[in-house]
């Protein structure tokens, strides 16, 4: 063999340790590889190997590195205050979505016992990743259930299909959930409705069942668009009364809305204008 290619074939092995030693300086460990959380926060934990030490940590929302073994392209934070001994990592005020993280290390390593010959080697090690997602809903027909589906669901729903009313209005709170066997299913369904703002302002209301497969409360019938003065119930039969037209104190005129099981739905109806008795 050449002098060349020895020459070269002794720069690719050394190119080769050195990209080992950087993958095996240290090592992620938790939280699990592509493992998902519903906390806020999340304790990261690393290993080190012999003679290398932590010097920063670094996470992203994306896993370009500018290098193999170098930083984040796009870094959305990064500590350099941690011991050389550290090997975990308090990281607190995560939102929603896929984290990437990686720790740099450094080792000094010397060719005799002058210092002058010692050198510093560090580097990134290898990317780990996690998500953080929504916890799940509730399942149980509670107050608690009923504020989640009405913050998750049914508010964002009538926004969706409202914009012009509900866009910008805040301070929802929802009553005390109805729970009743709606549809002859053995199973309890949940009517959870929200309050806001003024007596004549509209009451977005719902119908929730759970869902088959995964046990979680899914919507089953919506009304985002009546003023609600009252909500009971009927046997089966969910009754609203509603103003025709809203008068305040003195509105003088209702309909009832009823809501039933039919056909594999439920279905709703408006009653016949009726005078409501009293001095106004």
Request: glycine share 8%.
């Amino acid at each position: 063999m050449s002098l060349r290619l020895r020459v070269l074939a002794l720069v690719a092995v050394f190119v080769s340790l050195a990209a080992s030693t950087r993958a095996t300086a240290q090592a992620p460990t938790t939280p699990a590889e592509g493992a998902q959380i519903t906390q806020a926060e999340t304790v990261l934990r690393w290993t080190l190997a012999d003679g290398w030490h932590t010097r920063c940590l670094e996470w992203a929302a994306r896993p370009e590195t500018a290098s193999n073994g170098g930083r984040f392209l796009e870094p959305s934070g990064s500590t350099c205050d941690l011991a050389p001994t550290d090997v975990a990592y308090l990281l607190k005020d995560l939102e929603l979505g896929r984290y990437y993280w990686h720790v740099e290390v450094e080792r000094q390593s010397c060719d005799s016992a002058d210092l002058a010959g010692c050198r510093t080697d560090d580097a990134y090690g290898p990317t780990a990743s996690f998500e953080v997602v929504p916890p799940p809903l509730p399942r149980g027909c509670t107050p608690a259930a009923a504020k989640a589906v009405g913050d998750e669901i049914l508010l964002p729903y009538a926004l969706d299909h409202f914009p012009r009313y509900f866009e910008g209005i805040e301070g929802w709170s929802p009553v005390a959930p109805v729970c009743r066997d709606l549809n002859g299913d053995g199973d309890r369904e949940m009517v959870v409705r929200e309050l806001c703002c003024t007596g004549g302002s509209i009451s977005p209301w719902a119908i929730f069942v759970h869902d088959r497969d995964s046990g979680a409360w899914k919507l089953a019938y919506a009304q985002i668009r009546d003023t609600v003065f009252r909500l009971k119930l009927l046997g089966r039969v969910v009754r609203t009364t509603l103003p025709a037209p809203y008068e305040g104190a003195c509105t003088r005129w209702i309909r009832y809305r009823e809501v039933r099981w039919s056909g594999g739905r439920f279905r709703s109806r408006l009653t016949h204008r009726r005078r409501v008795p009293g001095p106004c």
